[in-house]
């Protein structure tokens, strides 16, 4: 008796198609579980097993086989628990082996036949549409996440019995299907933040909103209290609003980690503030069985390093190529795997231990302990960062008053960006920071004026050749948001002073 039932296996955050096959034959009462399976996947057995023994279902003293194809790849997960007892179930003829055309399991089974919450479901969606199949059927838990993909029928199922039963009578139902972009419009009708709640620092929300509309890396430095934090919370209420791929693309990997909450998918772009203890490996991803770190919960959105400076080095070095290739690559003895990781840099950090430097009046740091804290993110990694802009401690007088709000420098950005998608269609680019040294000299001209400027700037601050790139590509963010075709000295006079916050 043999019965075959497809699956999906993840591999980093894609999915791809598993066959499981199950051959009951004569011989001695054994189960045996092939193709390359993972410790939590070999546990399927005895979850298996139970599972069917406590739905009031008698499996026979027999020998019976599990394959998982392709057999090169290393299968993991507890979603394998479903498809193997209905490819069971299937060869014993409890189950019709019509009734499992076109159709792909996954699910997790509980001792008494419960069918639980699997993580992946959304990618594994996505890999089943793409190979024709029509149906998935998953936990009913799961349903939302595969229900915003099109062409493919997503059906709910709470335990065997249930299972069984739709399978042979042929009643599985259907999840309604989820319009992607009306549950967009519903996820930015209200803000929880906004930078009217700032009082003072509209410096540092003018150089947050060159940030955003360009999509540059930020530094915030000043003493405690000053509002570096709440800054960076607020950058989400002015952020583009994410397009239906992009959407997808970002909650596939909250799905593969299990992070999607509240029956929703990730509706808005990811804000993520890891603390400062944080390892290498969370950060950047890893481990034995690699799983997406911090950058790539970020893809798309912020990674915000609150106290910069008391991250460990070595974890803030590691942050330097995967900010130049926007993704992270881990590589194992079974291969590599590479995580997505485009996205906006921004940290915050005290000038000094204490807080206060420059302010020789509070601050009672030696200059080398300022150099000393300072230089945790000095060189290879400040280089990086396009716009450092300072906060400073405010007034009384900054209390009253309304400052720039949130819709202001949101419809302002929206514009900038605008202008940037319209220059780039037709390219894998779509912000000024991305631009290569090709798209720098056709829409970064200078002036012999500018350029002598540009130089002068270069040889006084001592920049480096990426340091001189991004001025220019800062300057051209700055003329967008102004609505000007070229850059002006204006615009140059600004990006260049963005480079040399306490240096």
């Given at each position: 008796m043999f019965s075959r039932v497809f699956s999906g296996g993840i591999s980093g955050i894609d999915a791809?198609?598993?066959?499981?096959?199950?051959?009951?034959?004569?011989?001695?009462?054994?189960?045996?579980?092939?193709?390359?399976?993972?410790?939590?996947?070999?546990?399927?057995?005895?979850?298996?097993?139970?599972?069917?023994?406590?739905?009031?279902?008698?499996?026979?003293?027999?020998?019976?086989?599990?394959?998982?194809?392709?057999?090169?790849?290393?299968?993991?997960?507890?979603?394998?628990?479903?498809?193997?007892?209905?490819?069971?179930?299937?060869?014993?003829?409890?189950?019709?082996?019509?009734?499992?055309?076109?159709?792909?399991?996954?699910?997790?089974?509980?001792?008494?036949?419960?069918?639980?919450?699997?993580?992946?479901?959304?990618?594994?969606?996505?890999?089943?549409?793409?190979?024709?199949?029509?149906?998935?059927?998953?936990?009913?838990?799961?349903?939302?996440?595969?229900?915003?993909?099109?062409?493919?029928?997503?059906?709910?199922?709470?335990?065997?019995?249930?299972?069984?039963?739709?399978?042979?009578?042929?009643?599985?139902?259907?999840?309604?299907?989820?319009?992607?972009?009306?549950?967009?419009?519903?996820?930015?009708?209200?803000?929880?933040?906004?930078?009217?709640?700032?009082?003072?620092?509209?410096?540092?929300?003018?150089?947050?909103?060159?940030?955003?509309?360009?999509?540059?890396?930020?530094l915030y430095i000043g003493p405690p209290g000053s509002g570096k934090s709440m800054l960076a919370r607020c950058i989400p209420t002015i952020l583009s609003r994410m397009d239906r791929e992009e959407c997808l693309e970002i909650s596939k990997i909250y799905s593969v980690m299990g992070l999607l909450e509240n029956q929703s998918l990730m509706l808005r772009r990811p804000f993520r503030s890891p603390h400062h203890s944080i390892t290498a490996s969370a950060l950047i991803g890893g481990m034995g069985n690699p799983r997406p770190g911090e950058i790539t919960l970020a893809h798309k959105g912020v990674l915000f390093l609150d106290e910069a400076a008391e991250f460990k080095k070595d974890v803030i070095e590691m942050l330097r190529q995967p900010m130049e290739e926007k993704q992270a690559v881990i590589s194992r003895l079974s291969g590599n795997i590479v995580f997505p990781a485009d996205f906006m840099l921004v940290m915050a950090m005290n000038p000094c231990r204490c807080g206060f430097y420059p302010d020789r009046q509070m601050c009672r740091c030696t200059q080398s302990e300022v150099d000393r804290y300072f230089g945790k993110i000095r060189g290879p990694v400040l280089d990086r960062i396009d716009i450092c802009t300072a906060t400073f401690r405010l007034d009384t007088s900054d209390f009253s008053g309304e400052g720039t709000d949130s819709a202001q420098m949101r419809e302002q950005v929206r514009k900038a960006q605008k202008v940037q998608y319209e220059r780039f269609r037709g390219t894998d680019i779509r912000f000024n920071s991305q631009m290569r040294q090709r798209e720098i000299e056709q829409y970064c001209v200078l002036g012999d004026r500018d350029k002598e400027l540009l130089d002068k700037a270069y040889r006084r601050y001592h920049l480096t050749a990426r340091g001189y790139y991004k001025v220019l590509k800062v300057a051209r963010t700055i003329a967008d948001l102004e609505g000007c075709d070229s850059i002006s000295k204006k615009h140059l006079t600004e990006a260049i002073s963005y480079r040399n916050t306490y240096e």
């Open positions: 791809h198609m598993v066959c499981v096959e199950a051959d009951i034959s004569g011989g001695l009462p054994q189960f045996h579980m092939v193709g390359l399976p993972s410790s939590e996947v070999k546990e399927a057995r005895e979850r298996v097993f139970r599972a069917l023994s406590n739905t009031g279902i008698d499996i026979p003293p027999r020998k019976i086989t599990v394959n998982l194809s392709p057999a090169g790849i290393r299968k993991q997960g507890s979603g394998f628990d479903m498809p193997i007892a209905v490819a069971i179930l299937s060869a014993l003829g409890i189950i019709r082996a019509d009734s499992l055309e076109n159709k792909v399991f996954a699910g997790e089974l509980s001792l008494d036949g419960h069918i639980n919450k699997v993580n992946g479901i959304l990618p594994i969606a996505l890999a089943a549409r793409q190979e024709g199949f029509r149906t998935l059927v998953v936990p009913r838990e799961n349903v939302f996440e595969g229900a915003v993909i099109e062409d493919l029928r997503i059906s709910g199922v709470s335990d065997l019995k249930e299972l069984i039963r739709a399978l042979n009578e042929d009643t599985l139902s259907a999840s309604e299907y989820i319009s992607l972009e009306q549950e967009l419009k519903k996820a930015y009708e209200q803000e929880k933040m906004d930078y009217r709640d700032i009082k003072g620092q509209e410096s540092a929300k003018r150089a947050t909103q060159v940030a955003v509309a360009g999509f540059h890396n930020l």
